[in-house]
């Protein structure tokens, strides 16, 4: 599966931006999805993990301010993220994985930048 991402954008502290990741290739229904970010100078981290049937997992530091969804029709993954923070600021990667328990991923979208001013 080859994974397309893109919305990233530059907004103030407090605005949303949606982003998305499109898949061609295969369907994502089979697969593990997430979005990833990785901030300067700082390691890539998790922010949301799932298989849209049986497990979805956010991380603390989003939880109640992003939403992932998927689009079937448009074989898409979106992340809505709302009451955006500087300290969101990052390069998103949206990946899909094979593996049932969603532990490792093989396929990356190329990433997105989101800048959140203050």
């Known amino acids: 599966v080859q994974l397309q991402a893109s919305g990233g954008g530059s907004v103030q502290a407090g605005g949303s931006l949606r982003l998305s990741c499109e898949a061609s290739g295969d369907s994502l229904n089979t697969y593990f999805v997430a979005w990833f970010r990785q901030a300067p100078g700082r390691g890539r981290e998790a922010v949301v993990q799932?298989?849209?049937?049986?497990?979805?997992w956010y991380a603390e530091f989003v939880k109640g301010r992003f939403t992932i969804a998927r689009l079937n029709r448009e074989n898409t993954v979106t992340l809505q993220m709302n009451n955006l923070q500087p300290e969101d600021t990052a390069i998103y990667y949206c990946?899909?994985?094979?593996?049932?328990?969603?532990?490792?991923?093989?396929?990356w979208g190329q990433g997105t930048q989101v800048t959140v001013s203050s």
């Open positions: 990946a899909a994985s094979q593996d049932p328990n969603g532990e490792s991923y093989d396929f």
């Open positions: 799932t298989n849209f049937v049986t497990s979805i």
